[in-house]
């Protein structure tokens, strides 16, 4: 849930967040020449296409997925090792 950035634009990837782009997404492709003002974790503003929109989910999709890759990764170090360090690996 730390956020990734897309596009120099820093992007919240919390639950809520994922959702609200996958339906800005949803829309995009309902209606490709429609453009989404889409609020940046830092406050700011951003027009996004079609194609931005469908872009920006890749990219959460992506942080998500390799920060489940590599909970998956930790599970059995730390079941083997209640010491383990479980800092490392996580996507940025």
């Known amino acids: ?3 990734t950035t897309w596009s120099g634009h820093p992007v919240a990837t919390d639950r ?4 609200l782009v996958m339906g800005a997404l949803l829309a995009t492709m ?3 020449e429609v453009t ?3 609020k940046m974790v ?3 503003f951003v027009t996004l296409s079609a194609t931005d929109v469908a872009a920006m989910a890749v990219a959460v999709r992506t942080h998500v997925q390799a920060a ?3 909970e998956k990764a930790l599970v059995p ?3 083997a090792n209640l010491d383990a360090d479980i ?6």
């Open 1 to 3: 849930i730390a956020g």
């Open 16 to 19: 809520q967040s994922q959702a």
């Open 30 to 32: 309902q209606n490709p």
């Open 36 to 38: 989404i003002d889409w």
């Open 42 to 44: 830092d406050g700011s």
């Open 68 to 70: 489940f890759d590599n």
């Open 77 to 79: 170090v730390v079941t």
């Open 87 to 92: 800092s490392a690996g996580w996507p940025a």
